[in-house]
T-cell receptor
């Protein structure tokens, strides 16, 4: 099946620094990637949608200057949390979707998640 | 039993019994639904899906039922096993090509 990886799986950073999270589709090309945020014991909240080669579309309330998303290739999207603060600590999950030519577009394949802790 | 409150709703079942996890979705126009399983510290895993033109779909040990009249989705797990312990999310797609919206999740605990 389609595999999505994330790196790192866990990261601890100091307040004020920036951290980059990578999301890769390992065995398929992802025309669209999604970034979600999940607080403890809560559901997944969509942060943004990124299409390869174009600017990401952010959900309402998500600061685009704080959460920088780059989708430079069909297999890699990155999320950079800039000037991180303790309230940014969360579980960040990416998912990838293939276009109609491959796996049915309605399936999303999720990465294992990255736990960010800002101290 | 099932409880709802400040904590994630939890369903506790005996090993070997059948589990039924319920989900109320929000949009009557949603055309596609997926159930995901999330184990602690991991990303969601696809379990089963159903389109809005169906009312039932069966997989291996799992069945999804869709009642569009009351906007209700359920996941039935037969002969629940300890490995089924996880948080289960339903997700609805508002329309073709759109994103999925996730439900609040239900924690399934399998008792020995």
């Amino acid at each position: 099946g389609a595999v999505v990886s994330q790196h790192p799986s866990r990261v601890i950073c100091k307040s004020g620094t920036s951290v980059k999270i990578e999301c890769r589709s390992l065995d398929f090309q992802a025309t669209t990637m999604f970034w979600y945020r999940q607080f403890p014991k809560k559901s997944l909240m969509l942060m943004a949608t990124s299409n390869e080669g174009s600017k990401a579309t952010y959900e309402q309330g998500v600061e685009k200057d704080k959460f920088l998303i780059n989708h430079a290739s069909l297999t890699l999207s990155t999320l950079t949390v800039t000037s991180a603060h303790p309230e940014d600590s969360s579980f960040y999950i990416c998912s990838a979707r293939v276009g109609l030519a491959g796996v049915p577009d309605y399936e999303q394949y999720f990465g294992p998640g990255t736990r960010l802790t800002v101290t | 039993g099932e409880s709802v409150g400040l904590h994630l709703p939890t369903l506790s079942v005996q090993e070997g019994d059948n589990s039924i996890i319920n989900c109320a979705y929000s949009n009557s126009a949603s055309d596609y639904f997926i159930w995901y399983k999330q184990e602690s510290g991991k990303g969601p895993q696809f379990i089963i899906d159903i389109r809005s033109n169906m009312d039932k779909r069966q997989g291996q040990r799992v069945t999804v039922l869709l009642n569009k009249t009351v906007k209700h989705l359920s996941l039935q797990i037969a002969a629940t096993q300890p490995g089924d312990s996880a948080v289960y999310f339903c997700a609805e797609r508002l329309s073709y090509g759109q994103n999925f919206v996730f439900g609040p999740g239900t924690r399934l605990s399998v008792l020995p």
